[in-house]
């Protein structure tokens, strides 16, 4: 979708060939159609904050039934097989199916707007990777039909969201719930790879004119990296899933240890992904909170090349740490030495980031909004969360804190007090823009105290009983061990931080129906997604900007004159080549993912033995599936890249008549 | 602008400090002292306390830090906050975009800060690997392997009796290892399932038993004392009360314990004539889910508790010990578990040829008396759910009643 192509367009009065029916590209503009065949990067954003906000509040639940269980000694809420199941689908729908995505929401929705692009590089594969992400999301909760509808043999995943091998295996865990794990992560694996390519591409190639790279937004340079670090750490899962699949279902011995297969390997495999899987997490929370800074303290980001080198750092040395979780596993005195020296180094970087954003502050002048409560909640937290990690480094020290409780009160100071808090942060601060309604900055900070109060009573108790000894993943403690109090301090305070979350959930929902209305660029801006009206029109921007510097909306905000006569040149230039080119529609990714989803299903749910029923499903259903697929992506490239222009009147409302020019330009 | 008028939030406030003081009223706030049975702040031996000061060195580098930019970072949020709203619409302040020296300082210092950290982690790396070199020679030597959900203790270098002929074995004892007290212990893990870690915090940090990897470790109990581990590897269902218990010994008291487990499993003489039947046997009380197995006086002194646990048991019943010596094997009880001397030779569960010495059954998870055997022995599925025990019950289709249980126990509970 490259506007400036110098392709002769095709006239409306120029014959359109006869499109066959089935090709006929989807014209709906509202109604479940139209969200289906979208391919409207600010929709696809808006769908994945849908879908992972609603998964982060099913793993909330998961995360309270598990406090419920251990606020007392010796706890009867769950049986011990559902803790297990809760504390493993607890870990995998936070990081698969809430932060993962609602990362990816902001990636959708923001970036093309701060590179001045009209949407993404693919925009169909875009709406593949929303689809797929959902088809994967379904297949990895799919199991719940065993123990809510009483299904024998089927359960959610209960082996750990790491998945450590040989637990994994058929003979340890015989039922369905591996498989869904396996099946549904994939899924996810292929979702994440095509959406990250997709980023790439859009910021390589996408950017406005004088969007230098050194001129790119933090967010945007995090979501870059975070792409890439996607692209080459998923790899390693994949292989990993697959031949632990090929394993349980194909009797091979990659980790079967009677065949002579090493469930070591499964650790470093695994590791080798689930390392940069955690800054994957973290490095899109930075760029937000690098964004909400300077705009909040009306001033530039502090040190911007070494804010955006060390982002790249951090990326780097996120793959070559990933045995830092493995200190436990007998590695040996070099192996052991040179990780916990690597996992030093990254604190780093991760410090320079710290700085950057207090001298971001320093000089300022702070508006204390929402956003910037939450932001600056992300500091204090991510902080202490990183210092927790330091001592993690200490090899020989972890040997005591590895599996503890102490590992738990870490990581979550990272993930809630870092990534989610920055991801409320986030929607908070672009909420004008996507909807053009503001929170009211009451009920805002009210969440965000109850919120950040909540936080800190359930995790700062977790530091104490780690170091007293309490081992994670378990179901029951005996009351002498002196963990009682702690416990049941944190799980007040889980409850208190899902009210929190609770308060919040239900200010954005009145906020999105009945909220203050505000004006465009309500926070005084920075970057170019302030620019454009709110809620921003479907395609963007009237005319591609030109950027002059970092800052680019404040800069223009500051040359208005120059602006505005660069803008008039390039109106015209761009209506001299037809009109603002827009994607068309397509229902054709929707149904590549839904044969994705019975594939997912189809050979997971029956039974790989010749000498039961099953199989007939099994095979049906995969090839069924795998059909479907083969048929969406047929049509998808018969239908072709091709789109329609607009045309504009002095309000920014399409033209009518123009609307649907099913123009042949071949881009 | 105040959305909600001022008693509202004053009354807001009193709820809430009301109400915590009722939720927190009855907590016991020492937690912070961290002095559990598996507290990692208490170092009885020194490859924990190598690790514990090395905690305490990443603590104070990191708390000194904290302090640091904790306190630049409080003031600039007081000191550069807009005080009105005319303050935030104010001329923004100078766009400066960064200093070159200050970042590079930064980073200098926080590199010297990792410094201090790293130098004594690869000391520690180094120590806490392997026995020292000048030890060495002075080590003892054990093998712990992990099973769903126990711990099977091996002793290579003693030899234990497997019956009256003089067949000898390498001593096999389950879920309480018994070591001898300031000396090096070198632990050989290994497991036959899933991956399990053995973690006794007072003594040493965790290693992982692997499968198809041949892992060990070293610690030492300065002195005897009676320890607390726990599995910290999640291996299943029941990972949770997968618990085991460490023994360290004086050279005189280790000589005398290892003397007397490598003899024969202690035979109680039945009555020359047959006892009338017995009175009924009552019920065993219900047990709630998960309910505690361990008592505070057990607690109080641990290792007195152990000693005494080791004589025999004040009212034993031969007539009763007779009949659940039989019992044990006609409930094939003997298919899985070894009783060196009674005939017993199977392997898959937990060598019981004293059994009653030790303190714990079901894995360090509930105390050995008559009352919490019976509890284990009636219905292993409710006390450790999933565990091979019960599967071994439900497939052989065995039952035992109260009479049953009853002489199971004092059978168990004979073999000193």
């Known amino acids: 979708m490259d506007t400036t192509a110098k392709t002769a367009y095709l006239t409306k009065e120029d014959a359109v060939p006869v499109q066959p029916k089935l090709l006929a590209h989807p014209t709906a503009k509202t109604g479940l159609m139209s969200w289906l065949t979208t391919v409207d990067h600010k929709r696809i954003g808006f769908l994945y904050g849908v879908f992972a906000l609603f998964f982060f509040l099913v793993g909330g639940v998961e995360a309270l039934l598990i406090r419920a269980q251990l606020m007392y000694p010796n706890g009867t809420v769950l049986t011990a097989q559902m803790y297990n199941t809760m504390f493993t689908m607890h870990g995998t729908t936070m990081i698969f199916l809430a932060v993962m995505p609602l990362s990816a929401a902001f990636f959708n929705y923001i970036m093309p707007l701060q590179i001045g692009a009209r949407d993404v590089a693919f925009p169909r594969l875009n709406a593949f990777s929303l689809w797929t992400f959902v088809a994967g999301a379904i297949v990895l909760n799919i199991g719940w039909v065993g123990p809510i509808f009483g299904v024998d043999g089927h359960n959610a995943p209960d082996a750990g969201w790491y998945g450590y091998s040989p637990l994994t295996s058929k003979q340890f865990t015989p039922g369905h719930s591996v498989d869904y794990w396996v099946m549904g992560l994939q899924l996810l694996g292929v979702a994440s790879i095509a959406a990250s390519l997709n980023f790439i591409v859009t910021i390589i190639n996408m950017r406005a004119p004088g969007m230098t790279m050194m001129r790119l937004p933090v967010f945007t340079w995090m979501t870059l990296v975070t792409a890439f670090l996607i692209v080459l750490s998923f790899p390693a899962i994949t292989i990993a899933l697959v031949e632990l699949m090929m394993d349980r279902n194909f009797g091979t011995v990659f980790f079967e240890v009677s065949g002579g297969g090493m469930p070591i390997l499964w650790q470093h495999l695994f590791w080798v992904f689930g390392h940069p899987e955690v800054y994957i997490l973290i490095l899109p929370a930075m760029g937000i909170i690098s964004e909400i800074l300077p705009t909040f303290s009306r001033k530039p980001l502090f040190g911007y090349p070494i804010v955006v080198f060390s982002g790249a750092c951090i990326g780097f040395l996120g793959f070559a740490v990933w045995s830092h979780h493995m200190f436990t596993t007998g590695m040996g005195t070099v192996a052991t030495a040179a990780f916990a020296l690597a996992t030093m180094a990254i604190a780093v970087p991760t410090g320079v980031k710290i700085f950057n954003w207090i001298g971001t502050m320093w000089g300022g002048r702070l508006m204390m909004r929402t956003p910037m409560m939450f932001a600056l909640g992300f500091v204090w937290m991510f902080m202490i969360g990183g210092f927790s990690g330091v001592m993690h480094s200490a090899a020989p020290a972890d040997t005591q804190q590895n599996d503890s409780y102490f590992v738990i009160a870490h990581f979550h100071y990272v993930l809630i007090g870092g990534s989610i808090f920055a991801l409320l942060a986030g929607i908070h601060y672009w909420f004008p823009l996507m909807f053009g309604r503001k929170v009211s900055e009451f009920w805002g900070k009210l969440s965000f105290w109850i919120i950040f109060v909540g936080f800190n009573v359930t995790f700062f108790p977790m530091h104490f009983l780690g170091l007293n000894g309490m081992p994670r993943r378990t179901f029951t403690y005996d009351p002498n061990l002196g963990w009682n109090t702690a416990n049941y301090i944190a799980s007040i305070g889980a409850f208190v931080l899902g009210l929190g979350i609770a308060v919040y959930f239900a200010v954005m929902i009145y906020t999105y129906y009945k909220g203050e209305k505000v004006g465009r660029d309500p926070w005084d801006g920075r970057t170019l997604e302030w620019s454009i009206p709110n809620p921003p029109p479907e395609y963007n921007f009237r005319v591609i900007p030109t950027v002059h510097a970092r800052d680019a909306f404040w800069y223009e905000k500051n040359n208005r004159e120059q602006i505005a006569a660069e803008r008039a040149v390039a109106e015209k230039a761009e209506a001299d080549h037809g009109g603002i080119h827009m994607p068309f529609s397509s229902i054709w990714p929707f149904v590549a993912s839904c044969g994705l989803l019975i594939v997912g299903i189809g050979s997971t749910a029956f039974e790989a033995k010749w000498d039961v029923p099953g199989i007939h499903w099994k095979l049906g259903l995969s090839l069924l599936g795998g059909l479907v697929t083969l048929v969406g992506i047929y049509f998808w490239s018969l239908e072709g890249n091709e789109g329609y222009h607009l045309h504009l009147d002095k309000d920014g409302k399409p033209v009518k008549g123009h609307e649907q020019d099913h123009g042949h330009g071949k881009h | ?416």
């Not at chain 2, 093998?143 to 074995?169: H, I, L, M, N, S």
């Not at chain 2, 990897?213 to 726990?230: E, H, I, S, T, V």
């Open chain 2, 1 to 416: 602008m105040r959305l909600v008028p001022s008693f509202l939030v004053r009354a807001g406030q009193l709820l809430v400090a009301g109400a915590s003081l009722l939720l927190l009223s009855g907590c016991d706030f020492n937690f912070w002292r961290m002095d559990g049975h598996q507290s990692t702040m208490i170092a009885e031996g020194p490859v924990a306390r190598s690790q514990l000061n090395l905690f305490y060195v990443t603590c104070w580098v990191t708390l000194v830090i904290f302090i640091l930019v904790g306190g630049v970072l409080a003031y600039t949020m007081w000191r550069f906050r807009a005080r009105t709203e005319a303050d935030e619409r104010a001329e923004p302040p100078p766009q400066s975009h960064g200093n070159p020296l200050v970042e590079i300082g930064l980073i200098g210092a926080s590199v010297l800060a990792l410094v201090i950290i790293a130098v004594p982690t690869l000391t520690a790396i180094w120590y806490t690997y392997d026995v020292p070199e000048a030890e060495k020679k002075n080590a003892y030597e054990v093998t712990a392997t992990g099973y769903q959900w126990w711990f099977k203790f091996e002793y290579p270098a003693e030899q234990a009796a497997v019956d009256a002929a003089g067949t000898k074995t390498p001593l096999v004892t389950g879920n309480e290892l018994v070591i001898p007290a300031g000396r090096p212990v070198r632990i050989n893990v290994r497991t036959v399932d899933v991956i399990h870690s053995f973690w006794v915090p007072k003594l040493g940090g965790k290693i992982d038993m692997i499968p198809n990897r041949a892992n060990f470790f070293w610690l030492q109990a300065d002195k005897p004392g009676y320890f607390w581990g726990q599995c910290a590897e999640y291996c299943g269902d029941s990972h949770a009360v997968m618990r085991f218990r460490v023994i360290a010994l004086d050279e005189k008291d280790f000589a005398a314990w290892k003397e007397k487990q490598l003899g024969l499993a202690r035979s109680v003489a039945a009555p020359a004539t047959a006892v009338a039947a017995a009175a009924p046997v009552a019920a065993l009380r219900a047990f709630k889910v998960n309910e505690v197995g361990v008592s505070e006086a057990f607690d109080r002194n641990p290792l007195e508790a152990w000693r005494a646990k080791q004589a025999v048991e004040k009212e034993e019943n031969p007539a009763l010990i007779a009949q659940g010596r039989e019992l044990f094997a006609a409930k094939t009880c003997n298919a899985c578990h070894s009783v060196r001397g009674h005939g017993a030779m199977g392997v898959q569960g937990p060598d019981l040829t004293h059994f009653g010495a030790r303190t714990t059954v079901g894995a360090g998870l509930i105390e050995n008396n008559p009352e919490q055997l019976r509890r284990w022995i009636r219905d292993p599925e409710s006390v450790k759910p999933g565990n091979k025990m019960a599967k071994a019950y439900r497939d052989n289709k065995i039952t035992l009643s109260d009479a049953e249980q009853v002489a199971l126990t004092a059978y168990l509970l004979s073999l000193k």
